[in-house]
């Protein structure tokens, strides 16, 4: 990794690069979308990956917020950086920021709020906040891990009975334009996708599950995370 690093010059804009593990097991090192219907630890990994990191302490105390980027997000922009810069030094304060569900896929949850208006996983996060943490673990405790922990959460906002909670925090739960979330999408041509999102000047990342779309939205050009997609999908680790 450090040769690679220094190849890409990718040391001009980062300090370092650590790699944090989730000591997951066996029984929890698991996402198998395709068995989403009949097997309930269908999203262990990811779920267990992101609230253990909150549980754990696996990041600095010194940070304040950070950028969750599982590798199906791609940054369209130059500056991405700065851009992620600027929205945690937003005046307003807040424990996560990202994108609504902007594909076409989901025409079948329209009439359901938590899906509707859920933000995707890969967002922004506060870390060393402890009303944040507090708030997880009463996500963590309702909803079982069949759930995506993104999905989890607007579950528990949306939902009537944590009205009391949700009206004193629903402020933090921030929507955004700097991330788009398509996830996947129902599209003849790949172009469709790439106007959509360069007409867009405050987006600079793009969430797209599938990487044919994601080459051919950026007319094969050669990104760092193209390079390195295939390596790191199915690992349960935190770069």
Not at 92 to 105: A, C, L, P, V
Request: proline share 2%.
């Amino acid at each position: 990794m450090d040769e690679y690093v220094q190849k890409k010059n990718i040391a001009k804009c980062f300090k370092a690069i650590k790699f944090i593990y989730a000591e997951l097991d066996e029984t929890e090192d698991i996402y198998k979308k395709d068995e989403k219907y009949n097997n309930t630890n269908w999203t262990n990994g990811p779920n267990y990956m992101f609230f253990r990191l909150f549980k754990k302490k696996l990041l600095p105390n010194y940070i304040e917020y950070f950028m969750y980027m599982e590798p199906d997000t791609i940054p369209i922009r130059s500056f991405w950086i700065d851009k992620i810069i600027r929205e945690c030094r937003d005046e307003d304060t807040f424990w996560i920021k990202g994108s609504i569900y902007r594909g076409n896929e989901w025409d079948k949850y329209i009439d359901k709020i938590d899906f509707r208006y859920h933000i995707n996983g890969n967002a922004l996060y506060t870390y060393n906040n402890n009303n944040f943490k507090k708030f997880l673990d009463l996500v963590e405790k309702e909803y079982p891990k069949e759930i995506s922990y993104d999905v989890a959460i607007s579950n528990f906002i949306f939902n009537s009975k944590n009205w009391k909670i949700t009206s004193k925090i629903f402020h933090k739960y921030r929507y955004s334009n700097f991330i788009e979330n398509i996830g996947t999408i129902k599209c003849q041509k790949q172009l469709d996708i790439s106007q959509c999102i360069h007409n867009k000047d405050d987006v600079f990342f793009l969430h797209i599950k599938k990487q044919e779309n994601r080459k051919n939205i950026f007319e094969n050009k050669v990104y760092t995370y193209f390079d390195i997609y295939n390596n790191i999908e199915k690992k349960r680790i935190y770069v």
